[in-house]
């Protein structure tokens, strides 16, 4: 079955930084593009950051374009979002997810706050 474990998240102040983890098993994680959403109290789930199979090409939502980076560790089966520069509208829950494969994990709490 498709698990994803979501971790690295916590309080920082604006301006921090994080780096968020995702580990992954279930699945061949190498041949699957991996996705970072983001869900904030009352707003519907966002995609954050995605990037191909080999890590060669990823695309960020302008919200967090030049602040965040998504990578990925095939050999480990591991998907990370280093987190730059972070505002309060940043705090969500971020969960990572395989294209076209079903579940979501529990995700990890990020708070940016004073």
């Known amino acids: 079955q498709v698990r994803l474990v979501e971790s690295g998240g916590g309080l920082v102040q604006p301006g921090g930084s994080l780096r968020l983890s995702c580990a992954a098993s279930?699945?061949?994680?190498?041949?699957?593009?991996m996705r970072w959403y983001r869900q904030a109290p009352g707003k519907e789930r966002e995609l954050v950051a995605s990037?191909?199979?080999?890590?060669?090409?990823?695309h960020y939502a302008d919200s967090v374009k030049g602040r965040f980076t998504i990578s990925r560790d095939n050999a480990k089966s591991t998907l990370y979002l280093q987190m730059n520069s972070l505002k309060p509208d940043d705090t969500a829950v971020y969960y990572c997810?395989?294209?076209?494969?079903?579940?979501w994990g529990q995700g990890t709490q990020v708070t940016v706050s004073l």
């Open positions: 997810h395989a294209e076209g494969l079903g579940g």
């Open positions: 279930g699945f061949t994680f190498s041949r699957s593009e």
């Open positions: 990037i191909i199979t080999t890590g060669t090409t990823a």
